[in-house]
């Protein structure tokens, strides 16, 4: 069974040696509230929260977001700037995308010079 957002945040805490009061402290939440975060007592926090989470951590905002099912606010704001990169996600997921199809699109993009920073390359 898949572990929870509370098992892989208490796991990559242990792991960097910082303790529950700790952690809320550089957070500015109560070591309840993170407890009960830990222990599945609550829904995983808000984006944000996370995203202190993992500064705090000093771990990859993305494993974090990614264990509680959550999406980068960044990318939020970009996909609501850019339609057709909705419309892009939109039909990847119809196609069933896996992760080596990610791989590839991000081969390809970067081979043919896509975006502002790799007309610059070319």
């Known amino acids: 069974m898949a572990k929870t957002f ?15 009061r700790e952690l809320a402290r550089l957070i500015n939440k109560s070591a309840g509230y993170l407890s009960d975060v830990e222990n599945g007592h609550v829904p995983p926090p808000s984006e944000v929260v996370i995203l202190n989470i993992s500064a705090a951590l000093k771990v990859d905002k993305k494993d974090l977001l990614a264990a509680a099912r959550k999406v980068d606010p960044e990318l ?10 909705a419309d892009f996600l939109r039909m990847a997921r119809h196609e069933k995308f ?12 970067k081979i ?11």
């Open 76 to 85: 939020s704001d970009y996909v609501a700037r850019e339609p057709e990169a």
């Open 98 to 109: 896996e992760e080596n199809d990610w791989e590839k699109i991000t081969q390809l993009a």
């Open 6 to 20: 509370g098992e892989i945040l208490r796991e990559i805490r242990v792991n960097s040696g910082i303790g529950l």
């Open 112 to 122: 043919a010079g896509l975006g502002k920073r790799g007309k610059e390359r070319i």
